[in-house]
């Protein structure tokens, strides 16, 4: 099982992928985020040498050396990189096709790989299941997305992230044509995820008591543990595999039901579950994937949202620890956490939202409003 450091980073022996052929020079944009700090383990561990570039605003204890250089890409200030080369430039937290362009001026000609965090947001839609990385992608319909800022993209509400992710893939294939890995993850679960989507079921089941359920357990689902994600980039890297590629899973497909019982067991537990309509959900005004985290109702407006095709992922060596280690290791993150962040989680029902919405159905039932009875099941 997972062992957690001083800054409560799951680490986990990686899957058997043999040693790599030799030591790669790795820059990453970011590292002190989610998905960094497991790319930088992982890196060290297959004795690489790392380079973090950000703002060293967040500071962290490696088990190895790793130079640190400091610039400010909100500001455009990257002459830091100037003048130095690296085998890959891995970019993790790039919303915006300026800081593309500007790391593309900044490291011409110094970089052998460009290897692109993006997200399958780009898809210009979710309708059409099983759909591959050739789906038609988001447009931007402003004037110039190189005129975007992180100001701009937060006064959206979210609905310029999709579009200005698949613009910043347009800016990488420009700025760096022909040595471009292109990687769209889904849900990126695990330990160190600061939104909560996948960890709010954990700590729903763990508490106990009577769990709402959305649909009736057969609406499909994909995630992906943050530490899969992290290390098949190093292993893309250390193979210089190019290209795009969707990054989620499992390899085989996942409902609702499933992933609740994979949790429970995981956790040793025998929920009570109760499974409630999308419908009336609806009409309770309960959101999918927000209120109710990871799920998305596979008949409605977004049939494809959750049956993305890995296919070429899974063919370039992307591999999936268990539901039941993310489970325990997302779980056992969570209990580290601060008291004041454990108070309020950012996803999913309170348990007071949830328990009115709860006696609603109930109620809903006894009425006649739907048919059948209320009944507590486990997942």
Request: proline share 8%; hydrophobic share 40%.
């Amino acid at each position: 099982m997972a062992t957690f450091g001083t800054d409560a980073i799951a680490t986990e022996a990686p899957p058997n992928t043999g040693r790599p052929s030799r030591p790669l020079r790795i820059l990453i944009l970011g590292g002190t985020g989610f998905i960094g700090p497991q790319q930088v383990l992982y890196a060290l561990s297959r004795g690489h040498t790392v380079t973090l570039f950000n703002r060293g605003q967040q500071k962290r204890h490696w088990p190895g050396k790793v130079e640190e250089l400091i610039g400010d890409r909100d500001r455009g200030d990257l002459k830091s990189l100037r003048g130095r080369t690296w085998d890959v430039c891995i970019d993790n937290p790039t919303t915006l096709p300026v800081w593309v362009r500007d790391v593309g001026a900044a490291l011409h000609g110094q970089i052998k790989q460009y290897l692109f965090i993006s997200t399958v947001s780009v898809y210009a839609d979710n309708a059409t299941p099983d759909a591959d990385e050739s789906a038609p992608l988001a447009v931007y319909r402003g004037a110039n997305p190189l005129a975007e800022t992180q100001q701009s993209l937060r006064a959206s509400g979210g609905e310029l992230y999709g579009p200005l992710k698949a613009a910043s893939e347009h800016e990488a294939l420009r700025q760096f044509p022909g040595i471009t890995t292109i990687v769209r993850p889904g849900l990126i679960a695990g330990p160190g995820d600061e939104s909560d989507r996948f960890t709010y079921w954990p700590v729903r089941l763990s508490r106990g008591g009577e769990v709402l359920a959305p649909g009736d357990g057969s609406d499909p689902v994909q995630l992906i543990d943050v530490r899969d994600l992290a290390q098949w980039t190093i292993r893309l890297a250390e193979s210089r595999t190019l290209g795009v590629f969707n990054a989620t899973g499992p390899a085989h497909p996942l409902r609702m039901r499933m992933m609740l019982a994979g949790i429970a067991g995981a956790l040793r537990l025998q929920p009570a579950i109760t499974w409630v309509p999308a419908r009336f959900l609806d009409e309770q005004h309960v959101e999918a994937w927000t209120d109710l985290p990871v799920w998305v109702p596979a008949a409605g407006s977004d049939p494809g949202f959750a049956r993305r095709n890995i296919t070429r992922a899974l063919k370039a060596g992307l591999t999936f620890r268990s539901l039941a280690s993310t489970s325990l290791d997302t779980l056992a993150w969570w209990h580290q956490q601060p008291p004041e962040r454990r108070a309020r989680m950012k996803a999913g029902l309170t348990s007071e939202r949830e328990q009115a919405v709860l006696i609603a159905w109930k109620r809903s039932v006894q009425i006649g409003t739907y048919p059948g009875r209320p009944k507590a099941r486990g997942a």
